[in-house]
């Protein structure tokens, strides 16, 4: 089989006019039905997307080589576009992407096309073949090229690696799909040992398997090892070697840098400290940055459940402006109804989720249901030393300590097992873990995190009762600022039930200052991601539409992605943005005689301009600060 084998005619477009990367996506998408080998067109984009949103497969250079594997293809094939003018593609190396080449690999069944479609990313990483590409003057031709270049690269001869008695260095590279990226870097790296004069050998770990697989001999042999991987990879075998743990990116990119620093002498000796390890994980990686990819784990399983659940709540106050101003308000007929407990169950979910993720990050699966039971008694605020009505959730707060709670116990709970008789190894994920996670997890929770909460709610809401005849622009200072700490948490809830019980004795204004302060960090947020693209991950730049219909609904729980990754950063500026919008709301007499809604309640409000003045200059502020906390990300991030 050839690379041409899995390329058609009509899958190919030569000169391409796209202006976004979104917009590349979905043409060479579209491209690939030409191949006759989609049979969901739609599973397969979001495939695409989803490998996206790991890292670009912008490799730099001007190629992208977007992939996915999914059983919404049934045979393996190829989409190839040049794009003369370039596109802005978040290539790691941020130049513009003139070359493009999407592949599509079903599941399961023979790798045989794997093999093929790894020496089309190997190709690649030859100058004069992407300018014979880019200079193809038609389809036939442009084939052409590539079965030339196939056949002189991939002879017979050239295939079957030499036998050497002792290498200078090795390197390991993989991805997480295990198609392109990992014999680009394999590529870079052998073309600078060739020019450098070293005697190298690279394993490559991709999704048919292991190739060229180190032997013991030669690792023993070696002066040092490159792991550029973005995947878990065997390295305990590296135990007492010098070790350089990269992504692969950089195997791409760096390739000469790496292995002049392989034969320095002055790289950390690697130390085992299990079976199997993830490179990203690896002696490298700080303690902040571990964290950092705990929580980001989370954030990222969480996002989809804060989004689907906070639009769906949106819609039911859209769909429900006759009883604006009701308690009833987003359930008032059969619609809403119906929107606002779907949206209002998947929202509730987001906690579990968070706390979930970030302990399977941690200590792997069988931390991920200690992590979840966590994050919900974080939700529900379960104290068995407090009577019922005193249980007050502890908010994303509570389901960041259990993430990591869940996470750590269980890392113990594994360490505390590992001397059992061997007979017993295999009840431990199916009961030992569970059991004594769950346990573990349930008593740290109800009697340690929970219960403090209440006690700090019951505080507040004492103080803020007292306070309340004194100056009302520091009142609603206060009480917007409190909307913005712990989005959803007990200081949250607090200012809310506070205003909501205002109500009560006619006191709309302080309604109104509390809802301004809960609509401003969605909004900051979308403000930010909006005009300062460069602070954030494509991710995260994809929310922004989201975060205004949350933020102008009232769904304060729409930033809390952003806070659970940056809290230092996040917090403060969407708690100083909601302090300007509770407090001018104050001073312009705004009142709202409706506890939730946001925008949707306009109409029953007092001074609702002033209002809206209140929330834009809140954003602004909020969105202003988090420009200048927030540093530029670097290209590849």
């Not at 009505?389 to 709970?413: H, R, T, V």
Request: with cysteine; glycine share 10%.
């Amino acid at each position: 089989m050839k690379i041409t084998d899995l390329l058609k005619e009509g899958a190919i477009l030569l000169g391409a006019d796209v202006t976004s990367k979104q917009q590349t996506i979905e043409q060479a998408v579209a491209l690939m039905q030409a191949n006759g080998n989609v049979q969901d067109l739609s599973v397969y984009k979001q495939a695409v997307l989803a490998r996206e949103e790991q890292s670009s497969t912008g490799v730099g250079e001007g190629i992208a080589i977007p992939h996915a594997k999914t059983a919404a293809i049934t045979a393996p094939g190829l989409a190839a576009m040049t794009i003369p003018a370039g596109v802005d593609y978040d290539s790691l190396d941020g130049l513009p992407v003139q070359l493009l080449f999407l592949i599509a690999a079903p599941e399961g069944g023979a790798n045989e096309h794997l093999e093929i479609l790894s020496r089309l990313s190997t190709m690649l990483m030859d100058e004069t073949f992407r300018k014979d590409l880019l200079a193809a003057g038609n389809k036939e031709e442009f084939l052409q090229i590539i079965d030339r270049a196939e056949a002189a690269s991939f002879t017979e001869e050239n295939q079957v690696p030499q036998d050497k008695a002792q290498y200078d260095v090795l390197a390991v590279t993989a991805c997480p799909t295990g198609i392109a990226h990992t014999f680009m870097a394999a590529e870079a790296l052998e073309k600078a040992a060739e020019k450098a004069g070293i005697s190298l050998k690279v394993e490559t770990n991709g999704s048919a398997g292991i190739k060229n697989a180190l032997t013991a001999q030669e690792i023993a042999d070696a002066k040092c090892i490159i792991v550029a991987a973005d995947k878990a990879v065997e390295i305990n075998r590296f135990n007492g070697k010098r070790v350089i743990f990269v992504k692969v990116s950089e195997g791409i990119h760096r390739p000469a840098e790496l292995l002049e620093q392989a034969l320095q002498g002055d790289v950390p000796v690697f130390e085992a400290a299990c079976k199997t390890q993830a490179a990203e994980n690896g002696p490298k990686d700080t303690a902040w940055r571990k964290i950092y990819k705990y929580l980001m784990n989370g954030v990222s399983h969480m996002l989809p459940f804060v989004i689907g659940g906070g639009i769906l709540i949106a819609l039911s106050f859209l769909f429900d402006s006759a009883n604006a101003g009701t308690p009833q308000f987003g359930t008032g007929n059969p619609l809403s109804s119906f929107l606002n407990q779907i949206g209002g169950l998947a929202f509730g979910m987001m906690f579990p989720i968070l706390a979930g993720y970030i302990a399977m990050a941690i200590a792997d699966r069988p931390a991920l249901m200690p992590g979840m039971v966590g994050g919900f008694l974080a939700k529900t605020g379960l104290s068995l030393s407090l009577p019922q009505e005193m249980w007050q959730p502890s908010g994303f707060l509570g389901a960041l300590a259990a993430g990591f709670l869940a996470g750590y116990i269980m890392l113990a709970l594994r360490k505390l097992t590992s001397r059992l008789p061997a007979s017993l190894e295999g009840i431990k994920p199916m009961l030992l873990y569970p059991f004594l996670g769950i346990l573990a997890m349930g008593a740290v929770m109800v009697f340690v995190v929970n219960p403090p909460m209440a006690w700090l709610n019951t505080a507040m809401n004492e103080f803020l009762a007292n306070m309340s005849t004194g100056s009302k622009v520091f009142l609603g200072l206060l009480l917007g600022g409190m909307m913005s700490v712990d989005f959803g948490g007990p200081i949250n809830k607090t200012a809310y039930v506070f205003g909501t019980a205002s109500l009560a004795s006619q006191q709309y204004d302080i309604m109104a200052a509390v809802m301004a302060g809960g609509m401003v960090p969605p909004l900051a947020i979308a403000l930010s991601t909006l005009f300062f693209k460069n602070r954030y991950t494509q991710s995260e730049r994809q929310t922004t539409a989201s975060n205004f219909v949350m933020g102008l609904s009232f769904i304060t729980e729409g930033a809390i992605p952003f806070a659970a990754a940056d809290p230092l950063r996040v917090i403060p500026s969407c708690a100083i943005g909601s302090a300007v919008a509770g407090a001018l709301s104050m001073w312009f007499g705004c009142g709202s005689p409706a506890p939730h809604g946001g925008i949707f309640v306009a109409g029953v409000m007092t001074h609702a301009g002033y209002f809206v003045i209140s929330l834009l200059a809140g954003a602004l502020v909020g969105m202003v600060l988090l420009a200048l906390l927030k540093k530029p990300l670097p290209v590849q991030e």
